[in-house]
């Protein structure tokens, strides 16, 4: 970026402090410690001058491995690199030392650096915009240029913005070593139901989830169960809802949180207002512990990639002024997501886009980001129904994008289309037990099948579902909990 910037008609010097930026250098090179106190403040990036920038990326490095960083190891550095003539000569690294200020102060003047970085960052991205507006690109629509610049600016609040590049493995291993001490710093985050947790580990941060499946199998409901599981521990949890209202949405996870096996409440009814007054009592008892949850849903409806990225951003960086992190994104579904437009006449290049921008999403936000999507209608032609990899609509590219690639399957809606017409005779009513028979054994099965995981097994799981209420559990509930259910209204 260029030192001068275009503003009011004419050119001003870009905003930076010379002496706030040799008064933290000259602390650091004075006193090593200096450099653990703006290790959080400060990255290379920050500092204006290139010469500035030299120094305090070999005195970190130097700092971080244990060896002492002064003018003179660091003037050794850099005449082995060949680069002393750029950071201004020995004597220079000399005199950073006398402007240096107190171990108290350092910090103080770090954030006048850090801040007039980001001041200088903010220019960048609106001079960015202002190019690309003012040339347009038949490639990039205006939605784009917003989306870019909005994207920066979210950075730039969350204190988020990186220097693009490589950074060393002692910096990516730092989040590693913290959750192998324990605490709040785990990597993944539990999905809540046990069986799931020991086949795929939780969700993880920056992690791209696709759940796929047929109507009917209950994609929905699972993707509002987990995000019900993850705000219930506390993780910041969003839903995208692209094709049902929220009121929906809502109904159906009271009706799992009142649910009594005895007494089950479905949805339907509720959407229809068919409820005794016993029933209206246990939902409102329900509703209690879901009104201070950290989830918040979306249900504007079609929605391009730009406009649920911009969503997300927002969201995000609500649950950081409360103190919270957004760890769970559910976007339901991916392939009603609107394209950009640039692929009208080529579905599988439109999709193919959606899903590299979810995958970058989740990327950005550092937090794991799980669409649900149709499958294509070859299942059902086929005798056995289990969904595989190649039933993924459209394109290949879901497929590689994902990072975990999940189906749910349910035997149930299929054996229901093979129950023996009515009849008389014992050949009929025999036919008509076993069909029964067979059905109560699997009418409460889904299947959560892992069909890829990028680093781990695949498999499946089945657990315990009672669909019409949105209820997805590892077991059945016992009759001891159905009991606590009738006396108290709401499951935990």
């Given at each position: 970026?260029?030192?001068?910037?275009?503003?009011?008609?004419?050119?001003?010097?870009?905003?930076?402090?010379?002496?706030?930026?040799?008064?933290?250098?000259?602390?650091?090179?004075?006193?090593?410690?200096?450099?653990?106190?703006?290790?959080?403040?400060?990255?290379?990036?920050?500092?204006?001058?290139?010469?500035?920038?030299?120094?305090?990326?070999?005195?970190?490095?130097?700092?971080?491995?244990?060896?002492?960083?002064?003018?003179?190891?660091?003037?050794?550095?850099?005449?082995?690199?060949?680069?002393?003539?750029?950071?201004?000569?020995?004597?220079?690294?000399?005199?950073?030392?006398?402007?240096?200020?107190?171990?108290?102060?350092?910090?103080?003047?770090?954030?006048?650096?850090?801040?007039?970085?980001?001041?200088?960052?903010?220019?960048?991205?609106?001079?960015?915009?202002?190019?690309?507006?003012?040339?347009?690109?038949?490639?990039?629509?205006?939605?784009?240029?917003?989306?870019?610049?909005?994207?920066?600016?979210?950075?730039?609040?969350?204190?988020?913005?990186?220097?693009?590049?490589?950074?060393?493995?002692?910096?990516?291993?730092?989040?590693?070593?913290?959750?192998?001490?324990?605490?709040?710093?785990?990597?993944?985050?539990?999905?809540?139901?046990?069986?799931?947790?020991?086949?795929?580990?939780?969700?993880?941060?920056?992690?791209?989830?696709?759940?796929?499946?047929?109507?009917?199998?209950?994609?929905?409901?699972?993707?509002?169960?987990?995000?019900?599981?993850?705000?219930?521990?506390?993780?910041?949890?969003?839903?995208?809802?692209?094709?049902?209202?929220?009121?929906?949405?809502?109904?159906?996870?009271?009706?799992?949180?009142?649910?009594?096996?005895?007494?089950?409440?479905?949805?339907?009814?509720?959407?229809?207002?068919?409820?005794?007054?016993?029933?209206?009592?246990?939902?409102?008892?329900?509703?209690?512990?879901?009104?201070?949850?950290?989830?918040?849903?979306?249900?504007?409806?079609?929605?391009?990639?730009?406009?649920?990225?911009?969503?997300?951003?927002?969201?995000?960086?609500?649950?950081?002024?409360?103190?919270?992190?957004?760890?769970?994104?559910?976007?339901?579904?991916?392939?009603?997501?609107?394209?950009?437009?640039?692929?009208?006449?080529?579905?599988?290049?439109?999709?193919?886009?959606?899903?590299?921008?979810?995958?970058?999403?989740?990327k950005e936000l550092d937090c794991c980001v799980l669409a649900p999507t149709q499958l294509n209608?070859?299942?059902?032609?086929?005798?056995?129904?289990?969904?595989?990899?190649?039933?993924?609509?459209?394109?290949?590219?879901?497929?590689?994008?994902?990072?975990?690639?999940?189906?749910?399957?349910?035997?149930?809606?299929?054996?229901?289309?093979?129950?023996?017409?009515?009849?008389?005779?014992?050949?009929?009513?025999?036919?008509?037990?076993?069909?029964?028979?067979?059905?109560?054994?699997?009418?409460?099965?889904?299947?959560?099948?892992?069909?890829?995981?990028?680093?781990?097994?695949?498999?499946?799981?089945?657990?315990?579902?009672?669909?019409?209420?949105?209820?997805?559990?590892?077991?059945?509930?016992?009759?001891?909990?159905?009991?606590?259910?009738?006396?108290?209204?709401?499951?935990?």
């Amino acid at each position: 970026m260029s030192a001068l910037t275009a503003i009011d008609g004419g050119y001003k010097e870009l905003p930076h402090n010379i002496e706030a930026e040799q008064s933290v250098l000259g602390a650091l090179l004075a006193n090593n410690d200096c450099g653990l106190r703006v290790a959080e403040i400060l990255e290379a990036g920050d500092f204006f001058e290139p010469a500035h920038q030299f120094v305090y990326r070999a005195a970190s490095r130097f700092v971080l491995e244990g060896r002492l960083a002064n003018a003179v190891t660091l003037a050794q550095f850099f005449i082995a690199e060949r680069t002393l003539t750029e950071v201004g000569g020995a004597q220079y690294l000399g005199r950073l030392i006398g402007a240096a200020v107190s171990i108290r102060n350092v910090e103080h003047y770090a954030r006048i650096v850090r801040d007039l970085s980001r001041r200088r960052a903010i220019i960048e991205a609106c001079e960015t915009a202002l190019s690309e507006a003012s040339t347009p690109d038949p490639e990039r629509d205006a939605e784009s240029v917003v989306d870019d610049l909005e994207g920066r600016l979210a950075e730039l609040r969350g204190g988020t913005v990186r220097t693009p590049g490589m950074r060393s493995i002692a910096t990516a291993l730092l989040p590693v070593i913290e959750a192998l001490g324990g605490g709040n710093k785990a990597l993944a985050i539990p999905t809540g139901l046990g069986r799931l947790d020991e086949l795929i580990g939780g969700w993880k941060r920056s992690k791209f989830v696709v759940l796929g499946g047929r109507p009917s199998m209950g994609k929905s409901a699972l993707a509002l169960e987990l995000a019900l599981r993850a705000a219930e521990k506390g993780h910041g949890a969003g839903y995208v809802s692209l094709e049902m209202p929220d009121e929906e949405l809502s109904a159906r996870a009271l009706c799992g949180l009142a649910y009594s096996r005895q007494q089950p409440i479905h949805y339907f009814r509720v959407e229809q207002d068919r409820l005794r007054p016993e029933e209206r009592e246990r939902l409102r008892q329900a509703a209690e512990p879901l009104k201070t949850l950290p989830l918040y849903i979306d249900d504007a409806g079609s929605s391009t990639l730009a406009q649920i990225r911009s969503r997300a951003r927002r969201l995000a960086a609500h649950f950081a002024e409360q103190g919270r992190r957004l760890e769970l994104l559910i976007v339901d579904h991916l392939t009603l997501i609107k394209d950009s437009g640039r692929w009208r006449e080529n579905k599988v290049a439109a999709v193919s886009e959606v899903s590299a921008g979810l995958k970058e999403l989740a990327k950005e936000l550092d937090c794991c980001v799980l669409a649900p999507t149709q499958l294509n209608r070859a299942v059902e032609a086929r005798d056995n129904k289990r969904p595989t990899l190649a039933d993924l609509r459209e394109t290949g590219a879901i497929e590689q994008d994902a990072d975990l690639v999940m189906f749910v399957y349910r035997e149930a809606y299929y054996h229901q289309r093979k129950k023996p017409s009515d009849g008389y005779g014992e050949a009929h009513r025999a036919a008509r037990e076993r069909w029964r028979a067979e059905h109560d054994g699997i009418a409460h099965d889904m299947e959560v099948i892992v069909a890829k995981q990028r680093g781990g097994p695949t498999g499946s799981v089945t657990l315990w579902t009672d669909i019409g209420c949105n209820v997805i559990r590892d077991d059945a509930p016992t009759f001891r909990e159905t009991l606590q259910d009738d006396s108290e209204g709401i499951i935990l």
